[in-house]
């Protein structure tokens, strides 16, 4: 495997940044023993891209692919309905803070991930599984892969090359915080409890609001332009 092909991987893992896993993994890091925590969810998703990543770049995804290519429309489709639903989520909590709110408190939304820790990494699998399985970046980076008949080793190590990079951020993330001096770990996050406690409906209004818009734009982007003629 050349340099080049090993970058591309690079390049191609950190464009599926998952901000879904950041936000759980900022949430679990607020727990009791969030470390520990944030790390479990972290193995089940580096678990997810390997096995899957594996499954695709030998070949046997082929079911997914064909899947994906017998209904094209279901990627504008699944990004159109989570668009909306950020959409109108983020209107909700807009007008809700607007209304006297503004505040959410840390306790209620901590509890909703406080599931056992082994149960951590499943989801942390489960919810990487699904989203790869309707990621074309995922989907191409290893079929591209499959492609170039690497033996198992090389193979192995193009798969590795796209998962640490798409969990880059989520792990740099845990690390800062676990290597973070006692008194300013808990300064942190006693700062980010009361941002939550004071404008926690507006942040997470304004950011689901702008993941939403960025999706509609994406997939009715993507849709216009797949059905324009080609240029003369």
Not at 104 to 116: A, D, S
């Given at each position: 495997?050349?340099?080049?092909?090993?970058?591309?991987?690079?390049?191609?893992?950190?464009?599926?940044?998952?901000?879904?896993?950041v936000a759980v993994v900022i949430l679990l890091l607020a727990q009791p023993s969030g470390v520990v925590r944030a790390w479990a969810f972290l193995?089940?998703?580096?678990?997810?891209?390997?096995?899957?990543?594996?499954?695709?770049?030998?070949?046997?995804?082929?079911?997914?692919?064909?899947?994906?290519?017998?209904?094209?429309?279901?990627?504008?489709?699944?990004?159109?309905?989570?668009?909306?639903?950020?959409?109108?989520?983020?209107?909700?909590?807009?007008?809700?803070?607007?209304?006297?709110?503004?505040?959410?408190?840390?306790?209620?939304?901590?509890?909703?991930?406080?599931?056992?820790?082994?149960?951590?990494?499943?989801?942390?699998?489960?919810?990487?599984?699904?989203?790869?399985?309707?990621?074309?970046?995922?989907?191409?980076?290893?079929?591209?892969?499959?492609?170039?008949?690497?033996?198992?080793?090389?193979?192995?190590?193009?798969?590795?090359?796209?998962?640490?990079?798409?969990?880059?951020?989520?792990?740099?993330?845990?690390?800062?915080?676990?290597?973070?001096?006692?008194?300013?770990?808990?300064?942190?996050?006693?700062?980010?409890?009361?941002?939550?406690?004071?404008?926690?409906?507006?942040?997470?209004?304004?950011?689901?609001?702008?993941?939403?818009?960025?999706?509609?734009?994406?997939?009715?982007?993507?849709?216009?332009?797949?059905?324009?003629?080609?240029?003369?």
């Open positions: 495997m050349n340099i080049g092909f090993a970058l591309e991987l690079f390049a191609l893992g950190l464009s599926a940044f998952d901000p879904i896993g193995i089940g998703s580096i678990a997810s891209l390997m096995l899957l990543g594996w499954i695709v770049a030998s070949g046997l995804g082929r079911p997914i692919v064909k899947f994906r290519e017998a209904y094209p429309w279901l990627d504008t489709a699944f990004e159109l309905v989570v668009g909306i639903v950020l959409v109108v989520v983020g209107i909700t909590l807009l007008r809700r803070a607007r209304s006297g709110g503004g505040g959410l408190e840390p306790e209620f939304i901590t509890r909703r991930l406080r599931v056992p820790t082994p149960l951590l990494a499943v989801l942390g699998f489960l919810l990487v599984t699904v989203q790869n399985i309707l990621d074309a970046v995922f989907i191409v980076a290893m079929v591209e892969t499959g492609q170039r008949l690497l033996d198992v080793l090389q193979t192995l190590l193009a798969v590795s090359i796209f998962t640490v990079a798409a969990v880059l951020v989520q792990v740099l993330l845990v690390l800062a915080y676990q290597f973070m001096p006692a008194a300013r770990r808990k300064a942190s996050l006693d700062g980010f409890n009361r941002l939550l406690e004071r404008r926690g409906e507006q942040v997470a209004g304004w950011l689901a609001l702008a993941l939403g818009a960025i999706l509609l734009v994406v997939s009715i982007g993507g849709e216009l332009l797949s059905k324009s003629p080609p240029p003369a």
